[in-house]
């Protein structure tokens, strides 16, 4: 397989945006988005995914919610860029990962047709900060960006702080798997010949 790494900005009045990803990394992450919950997930999502990941991401209008939605667009479409045509992929995989209490599972296609279907099951109006729509938006906007099919969802738990990590530790490890070398796997894993 090439080297799949990639570095994407995203520059709007809203907010600025820049990652660099390495999806063959070892999980080294630096995070700054000045929001400590937000840095702190997509730190967890670094370090199970295996990925290395770089993420810069400053407001420019003062408004959370478009630095968070910018940001789960940006490294949605940083990881679909670093995957490339997908050949070679093992492309399905699903991961349970238990936080105490709460578990979450995902279940996912890197076919590049989009569709996400995400359950967070979360109670609280806030969590940690972060309004419960904008945690779920951080979610959906990083599931499109992906390009890819992905069901999250969150099975049972009582502390929603438990039910997002385990979200999105199941998320990362399961694209870790599914965008991990099929050594069987010659060319585009797919019926079509294309994904």
Do not use: W
């Not at 290395?52 to 630095?67: C, F, Q, Y």
């Not at 906007?141 to 199941?170: F, M, P, R, W």
């Amino acid at each position: 397989m090439k080297p799949r790494k990639t570095s994407i900005k995203r520059e709007t009045k809203e907010t600025s945006v820049s990652i660099t990803i390495n999806l063959d990394g070892t999980g080294k992450t630096t995070i700054n988005t000045g929001i400590k919950f937000l840095d702190h997930l997509i730190g967890s999502f670094g370090k199970h995914s295996m990925m290395d990941l770089v993420v810069k991401a400053k407001s420019r209008d003062g408004i959370e919610h478009h630095l968070i939605e910018d940001t789960g667009i940006t490294i949605g479409s940083a990881i679909d860029k670093a995957l490339g045509n997908r050949s070679g992929i093992t492309r399905f995989s699903f991961s349970s990962v238990p936080m105490d209490e709460a578990l979450a599972e995902t279940s996912l296609d890197l076919v590049k047709r989009q569709y996400h279907k995400i359950t967070l099951s979360t109670k609280r109006t806030k969590i940690e900060g972060i309004s419960k729509e904008d945690l779920e938006h951080f979610f959906f906007s990083l599931a499109q960006n992906l390009n890819c099919c992905i069901h999250v969802t969150v099975k049972y738990g009582d502390n929603d702080h438990h039910k997002v990590e385990a979200a999105i530790k199941s998320m990362a490890v399961a694209i870790r798997n599914a965008a991990s070398n099929d050594p069987k796997q010659k060319g585009i894993p797919s019926t079509k010949g294309a994904m």
